[in-house]
């Protein structure tokens, strides 16, 4: 130490402050380096607890990590390289309106794609979308395979995939968050008992809620809804299940339907079909003509 303070005393007056400086500057970099390190780290850490408190929101959690991270880093080494302009004499204050005006420049230009990144951002942080949702977004529907700040992935039903820019999601419809009902809407005929097609709906309830297979997914009793509307042809009733795991809802609905079509038959409750009443009219004075019907009928 001595025999470096005797080197050091010996230099003169300009050598002396550029190699301050240069000893200032390796510290401001080893520091920025430790503490993107720690801040790495402490983020690390923090999404690892997360990922074992809520292992289904893994994919969510890893990418806001990944952003975390990313801030942490661009926000760090930017106050580093502001410190070591200064250690160098150059003024950050102009450097810092270059800086603006090409910020503003570039949000100008790429709007869209700001947009996208901030819009991405929020439906990651108040998790409105997770990965395997089912979702609509704006017209676009199917299951979210991936979300990233930029895109939502989706597959519909017939395998087709979507890229649905983030700054284009004006309202996301979640369909299977927390649970789902299953609504079930059938019609029977006019002169069937309302109350006994009812009956049989509870009854249909009750027998898959004791299936070992659809049971688990049915925490509640049916709730029956009521008449819906009378139809051109048909009284339509309106009955509807809970279902747990929501994505379970469309095979709950399917197999209900099936069911009770069954039970319908078998009660003699008729599923109409649409009928068709030909009127031949009447003349003034009350008297119809005979309605011929030669031509219509097939050829024996």
């Known amino acids: 130490m001595n025999t470096f303070l005797h080197y050091f005393n010996q230099l003169d007056a300009d050598t002396k402050v ?24 402490l983020i690390r850490t923090f999404r690892q607890f997360m990922e074992r408190r809520d292992p289904g929101q893994q994919s969510r959690i890893q990418t806001l990590g990944r952003v975390f991270r990313y801030i942490a880093a661009v926000v760090i080494w930017l106050l580093a390289g502001m410190l070591v302009l200064g250690e160098l004499g150059i003024s950050v204050a102009p450097v810092l309106a270059t800086a603006g005006v090409a910020g503003l420049a570039i949000g ?12 991405g951002f929020f439906l990651l942080l108040e998790d409105q979308i997770r990965q ?3 979702v609509d977004l704006g017209g676009q529907s199917g299951v979210v395979e991936e979300v ?21 999601i ?43 297979e659809f049971g688990p997914n049915l925490p509640a009793d049916l709730e029956i809804i009521g008449v819906d509307e009378w139809g051109d042809s048909s009284v339509n009733l309106i ?6 795991p929501p994505i379970q809802q469309w095979s709950v609905r399917r197999e209900f339907l099936k069911r009770l079509k069954a039970a319908y038959d078998a009660r003699g409750i008729e599923i109409p079909f649409p009928h068709l009443t030909v009127y031949a009219g009447e003349l003034k ?8 019907v030669k031509g219509l009928l097939p050829s024996q």
Do not use: W
Not at 108 to 119: E, H, P
């Open 148 to 168: 990233t700040l930029r895109y939502v992935r989706l597959r519909n039903f017939d395998g087709h995939v979507f890229f649905v820019p983030n700054g284009e």
């Open 18 to 41: 550029a190699f301050t400086h240069g000893v200032r500057i390796v510290l401001i970099l080893i520091a920025a380096s430790i503490l993107q390190r720690v801040a790495s780290r």
């Open 285 to 292: 004075d009350g008297s119809a003509p005979s309605f011929n």
């Open 239 to 244: 009955c509807r299940l809970k279902v747990v």
């Open 132 to 134: 395997g949702d089912i």
């Open 108 to 119: 100008f230009g790429a709007q869209s794609l700001v947009k996208d990144y901030f819009t």
């Open 170 to 212: 004006k309202v996301v419809k979640n369909l299977t968050r927390d649970f789902a009902q299953a609504v079930i809407k059938v019609g029977i005929a006019y002169r069937e008992e309302v109350d006994e097609a009812f009956e049989v709906m509870k009854q249909v309830a009750k027998e898959m809620r004791e299936d070992p």
